[in-house]
């Protein structure tokens, strides 16, 4: 039976992944994992319009260097698993239109790339497509518009707050043998430990991450070592130490194998970026092109990819209700 | 000499409500509010004006002196034309300011386009 | 457990948040806002000044002071160097009328996007708004204390 304990999947039938592709804006380039991103855009617009509309070219972009990378044919996917952090998910609508492909759009905030990777693969492992696309971006200027402020308008942010990542991250998925499966997940359920604090997003989802995290590890009865990385999306420097702090509660130490991609996406010292990267283009961009390059080579064996999503809007945030936080935890395994 | 009278009553009133925007969680739209509610309780009671004579710009620029030319107006047009004052005064008083955010603002929104953070 | 039911479980978790989130240094932020707002109010009374040294009286001195700092102010939005100024200076530029003034500009740019009407037109007063509301609204009420207060005045 795949599904296993109460909230996991580990998968009986083989889910490889055939390549990846990532699409990064200046600031990301310019970061320490520059060198590892397909390609870097200099111009934020992408030539387009508006930044809705930029997103939606890196999306494009992404989707297309990762059929390149996977070396299949676009009309190959069967499906398409994409979602953004824009209203109604508008960057991914338009962004795919032009692939002419089966599409499930997503909403998991900034833990995307994790419920698109685990719907993927659910969908290959079940029979249901031989070649799947997971899929999704974020752009920090129609990021900024959407939840916080029009970018000419002035203002000083707390140390705990993030920089939307500009990018996006694509994978192909398929039954086609490579040297990375993905060979389980586990789901996570969305928690809530009451905080109101939207620039603090860390604090807000580190509860999720380590509710899920901790969740995998019972449910595969598994101890943080057998992992070589548990890597989240972005918890950021302030939500790192918060799921140190959260899941040695619980008695477990993942402070060996943990790495954030919000914390490795940027330099604190000398981009200003506070708390770290975020979006759901930070954790799928370092995926396709630093993580699947790790566990392609090998160096990685086993991880436990773990992005997390902050679930609020401006309106539910005017209202007065809390932050509360979700991940989507996937296990990566290389291909001996 | 009224430069350094502007300087450190306008610098003290930012550095005082820099503590609201560090040490709570009021947003700068909440704070702006309350410095124009604060300038026109202050007018009201007879306190700002004082003030002003004072310092000058350091108590006319900050948002709360947009507040104090709004009770201003008021009192004003009450004195004038009774009740009727109460509406006719607010919107009067403030109108170059209110005026030209949105003319300026339209303006260079015409000219300007939307750029990306650094 | 997913959810902190109980209040006091939230509270804690909050307290614990605080004590692990590093914050700006206040000192040096309001030493900045301190120097930012005063060199503006410093600026502003040099218009004011020029404005009556060419003979204006005080009420039309404030209005040019008024003008030409919004007119400053919508233009570094445009350059988009008022959010440099407000990064460095927090309240020190929050709070001066140049505040005001970046918060009318800004949308007014940002939502061109969305069309003359249903983009600047209807998003212009996104953040000033509340402002000019409760501004309006503010001075309204204490005008009507006053009004009472005069009526019961007179009839004594």
New interface residues.
Partial sequence: MPAIGKQSIEFQNDVFILGGGAIVGKKEGDGPLGNCFDRIEEDPMMGMNSWEEAESALQQKAAALAIQKASVLKDQIRMIFAGDLLAQSIASSFGIVSLERPVYGLFGACSTMGEALSLGSMAVAGGYGDIVMALTSSHFASAEKEFRNPLEYGSQRPLSASWTVTGSGACVLGTRSSKVKITGLTTGKITDYGLKDFQNMGACMAPAACDTIAANLKDFMREPSWYDKIITGDLGYVGQRILFDLLKDQGQDITEQHLDCGIMIFDQETQDTHAGGSGCGCAASVFASYILPQVESGTWKKVLFVPTGALMSKTSFYEGQSVPGIAQAVVIEYVE | M??IN??????????????????T?MM??????M???LG??L??IGVYDPLIEF????A????M???N???K???EA?GKE??M???M???TS?A???S???I??????V???????? | MANLNSEEQKKQYEEYVKQVTPVHSLPVNMAKAFLVGGLICVFGQWILNTAKSHGMNQEMAGAWCSLTLVFLSALLTGLNIYPKITKFGGAGALVPITGFANSVAAPAVEYKKEGQVFGIGAKIFTIAGPVILYGIFSSWVLGLIYLIFQWWGGGF
């Fill in positions: 009224d430069y502007a300087f450190w009553v306008g610098g003290l009133i930012c550095a005082l409500v820099q503590i609201l925007l560090d040490r969680k700068p739209g909440r704070i702006m509010v410095l124009v509610c026109s309780f007018g009201a310092a000058g710009a350091g006319s620029v900050p948002l002196g947009f507040g030319v709004l009770w107006g008021v009192k009450i009774g009740f004052g109460l509406f005064g607010g919107l403030s170059v300011g209110i030209a955010a949105l300026f603002g339209y303006m260079i929104s000219i300007f386009q939307p750029k990306m953070k650094s």
